[in-house]
């Protein structure tokens, strides 16, 4: 009788210990998807700040280039305020699908700016110009790779919050997918059309 109660103790204990330790390997399956959700948001959410960051320079110097151009090209006014409305409307978006949508309407209108510089030779001479040209040409190239950094962590946080079992975690913990940051092909491989 003594050893049958010692039996079953024994079996209690191990069942214990095993529920025991099945429940603390879940847990560590839980505290370990959950962070590398957060880190995954955290680095969308650097990523997408720094993209910001490259989009804010390049609203800064839109003006500057529009006033250089306004002095020799002064019968382009409705190139130059396109270009000053696209930039205002980028500025104002307030959500990745709308900002990418105004970012697209603003590389169009540029498009048609630097197609203006070709039809003004002494414009195209000019140092402040030719200097705030290289610029915007350096901060594109900024923005386009922060752009595919941005895009790269979003399409890993997207895939851990959608396989199975990770998508258990995101959903119990409200993690929601994000929207690229993509360039529209159109735009990439639109002709600049330069009308007088």
Known sequence: MVSLLNANLTALWISLGVVGGIVILVGLWI?????????????????????????????????????????YAKHEKETLDAVILARNSAMDASNVKDKVKQENALTSTLKNLFALSENYPELKANANFMSLQEQL??????????????NSVVNMLNIKIEMFPSNLIAKWFKFSKR??????????KENVKVEF
């Open 137 to 150: 040409q350096s901060v594109e190239q900024d923005i386009a790779n922060a752009r595919k950094y941005y």
């Open 179 to 188: 929207d690229m940051f993509e360039v529209s092909n159109a735009i990439e």
């Open 31 to 71: 505290l370990v998807t959950y962070n590398s959700l957060v880190k995954l948001k955290n680095n969308a959410e650097e990523g997408y700040s720094t993209m910001d960051v490259y989009l804010k320079k390049r609203y800064d110097l839109i003006p500057n280039l529009v006033n250089t151009v306004k002095g």
